[in-house]
T-cell receptor
Framework: DTEVTQTPKHLVMGMTNKKSLKCEQH?????MYWYKQKAKKPPELMFVYSYEKLSINESVPSRFSPECPNSSLLNLHLHALQPEDSALYLC??????????????FGEGSWLTVV | EDQVTQSPEALRLQEGESSSLNCSYTVSGLRGLFWYRQDPGKGPEFLFT???AGEEKEKERLKATLTKKESFLHITAPKPEDSATYLCAVQAKGGKLIFGQGTELSVKP
């Protein structure tokens, strides 16, 4: 079973709101990722957690705050977002971290609209 | 600089008309090349991983091949349900997954 589950599927938030995106996998993967995808563009890496530690932050603005409570869960906390942050947010996981050639499996994504 | 280029950007086929999608790459120290299928509004669905030149993998109407400079995704006798965007990505020695811009495939009945 290669399943990464993301909730919610759709989220509309105002620029002053605080919300969170959640991601879960039960494949025993030790690396988890957040990607952002705009229409007609490939996914862009935001954060990588390896063995529950943040290993890569791609210079993402601090209004996005990741959290990895345990090896199966990954959250993305959102605060004071801008309309240009509206996008599809993808969670992904792999058996181990980057540079290993392990396949990265993606969830269905959370559609975020900032109004 | 590590780079992935997919061609064509868009491809329209008639049902049953076989074709190939191309993914050219320049990376230092290839760790793996990945093909994904993405339907509108959904996350990328994993199709294949290829690790070394000469490797081939098949799944239903799809076959992926790898050389030292490029990968092909061959689609044999496509059906309308094969319509999607196909993404190629490579993982280099530096670690990060580098995506191409994708090929949008449309198969008409």
């Amino acid at each position: 079973d290669t399943e990464v589950t993301q909730t919610p599927k759709h989220l509309v938030m105002g620029m002053t709101n605080k919300k969170s995106l959640k991601c879960e996998q039960h494949m025993g993967h030790r690396a988890m990722y957040w990607y952002k995808q705009k229409a007609k563009k490939p996914p862009e890496l935001m954060f990588v957690y390896s063995y529950e530690k943040l290993s890569i932050n791609e210079s993402v603005p601090s209004r996005f705050s990741p959290e990895c409570p345990n090896s199966s869960l990954l959250n993305l906390h959102l605060h004071a977002l801008q309309p240009e942050d509206s996008a599809l947010y993808l969670c992904a996981s792999s058996l181990q971290g980057l540079s290993t050639g392990n396949t990265i499996y993606f969830g269905e994504g959370s559609w975020l609209t900032v109004v | 600089e590590d780079q992935v280029t997919q061609s064509p950007e868009a491809l329209r086929l008639q049902e049953g008309e076989s074709s190939s999608l191309n993914c050219s790459y320049t990376v230092s120290g290839l760790r793996g090349l990945f093909w994904y299928r993405q339907d509108p509004g959904k996350g990328p669905e994993f199709l294949f991983t290829l690790y070394s030149a000469g490797e081939e993998k098949e799944k239903e109407r799809l076959k992926a091949t790898l050389t030292k400079k490029e990968s092909f995704l061959h689609i044999t006798a496509p059906k309308p349900e094969d319509s999607a965007t196909y993404l190629c990505a490579v993982q280099a020695k530096g670690g990060k997954l580098i995506f191409g811009q994708g090929t949008e495939l449309s198969v008409k009945p």
